[in-house]
């Protein structure tokens, strides 16, 4: 709380302004901006309390920021993936034609994308992302429904079996938790959609696993933060 009479009516604090508390607003480690609280020449000066409570409503406002700018980052994801679902839908038929034009899609992004034939459950197609997500190794994609379930944490088993037993009947979603090989636990949303042949028919299931273990961190330290 320097003395800050030289500066005051300059634009930069009020005028009648005899200190200030200047707490700084970082992202990143880098300061993006400062929270500042002035007092008059008849403020007696700033007890530690006040200190630390301005400190943590900095805190506070740095949170909001960043929840509102992963906000607006997952609005725009969600844009774009279901802009995919919407072309991989449309297309299907012909990227059945083109093997290669169907896995050049596939693999140019992060999320896992699968399809599987809904009359046996068996998968058909697992991209590349599987295996950095999952921690298996090549070689090692589900063939069927239930290799697929044993890579689930247990107690979200019942769920995902249901989820399963339902691709191909309409656009539906699950988030649930699984276990890599060295037992660490990730979250996951998995997004399935009907895929039709060219009369119409429910054929096949396609379906994006999406890595949301990060997302799901930081809304609970935010909320923490906020107890």
Same mark, same amino acid.
């Given at each position: 709380? &320097? *003395?800050?009479?030289?500066?005051?009516?300059?634009?930069?604090?009020?005028?009648? !302004?005899? /200190? %200030?508390?200047?707490?700084?607003?970082?992202?990143?480690? @880098?300061?993006?901006?400062?929270?500042?609280?002035?007092?008059?020449? #008849?403020?007696?000066?700033?007890?530690?309390?006040?200190?630390?409570?301005? /400190?943590?409503?900095? *805190?506070?406002?740095?949170?909001?920021?960043?929840?509102?700018?992963?906000?607006?980052?997952?609005?725009? @994801?969600?844009?774009?993936?279901? #802009?995919?679902?919407?072309?991989? !839908?449309?297309? !299907? %038929?012909?990227?059945?034609?083109?093997?290669?034009?169907?896995?050049?899609? &596939?693999?140019?992004?992060?999320? +896992?994308?699968?399809?599987?034939? +809904?009359?046996?459950?068996?998968?058909?197609? +697992?991209?590349p992302a599987f295996h950095?997500?999952?921690?298996?190794?090549?070689?090692?994609?589900?063939?069927?429904?239930? #290799?697929?379930?044993?890579?689930?944490?247990? #107690?979200?088993?019942?769920? &995902?079996?249901?989820?399963?037993?339902?691709?191909?009947?309409?656009?539906?979603?699950?988030?649930?938790?699984?276990?890599?090989?060295?037992?660490?636990?990730?979250?996951?949303?998995?997004?399935?959609?009907?895929?039709? *042949? %060219?009369?119409?028919?429910?054929?096949?299931?396609?379906?994006? %696993?999406? *890595?949301?273990?990060?997302?799901?961190?930081?809304?609970?330290e935010i909320g923490r933060?906020?107890?």
């Amino acid at each position: 709380d &320097a *003395d800050t009479g030289p500066l005051a009516g300059t634009g930069l604090l009020p005028a009648g !302004t005899a /200190g %200030a508390i200047l707490a700084p607003l970082q992202f990143g480690g @880098n300061m993006q901006g400062c929270l500042i609280i002035t007092r008059g020449g #008849d403020h007696p000066g700033w007890a530690q309390d006040e200190v630390k409570f301005i /400190g943590s409503v900095a *805190d506070c406002v740095v949170l909001a920021l960043e929840q509102d700018r992963r906000r607006r980052a997952e609005g725009e @994801n969600l844009a774009l993936r279901r #802009d995919l679902e919407r072309r991989v !839908t449309e297309r !299907t %038929a012909e990227l059945a034609e083109s093997e290669l034009r169907f896995r050049q899609l &596939a693999e140019c992004i992060e999320e +896992v994308f699968y399809t599987v034939d +809904v009359s046996g459950g068996r998968f058909v197609y +697992v991209s590349p992302a599987f295996h950095r997500i999952w921690g298996l190794p090549a070689g090692q994609e589900p063939a069927t429904t239930e #290799d697929w379930l044993a890579t689930v944490v247990e #107690d979200d088993r019942p769920a &995902a079996r249901e989820f399963a037993g339902r691709r191909g009947s309409d656009r539906i979603e699950l988030e649930y938790r699984i276990r890599l090989p060295d037992g660490a636990v990730r979250r996951i949303i998995d997004r399935s959609f009907p895929v039709r *042949d %060219a009369e119409g028919r429910v054929y096949r299931a396609a379906g994006l %696993a999406i *890595d949301v273990t990060v997302r799901r961190s930081h809304e609970a330290e935010i909320g923490r933060a906020h107890v």
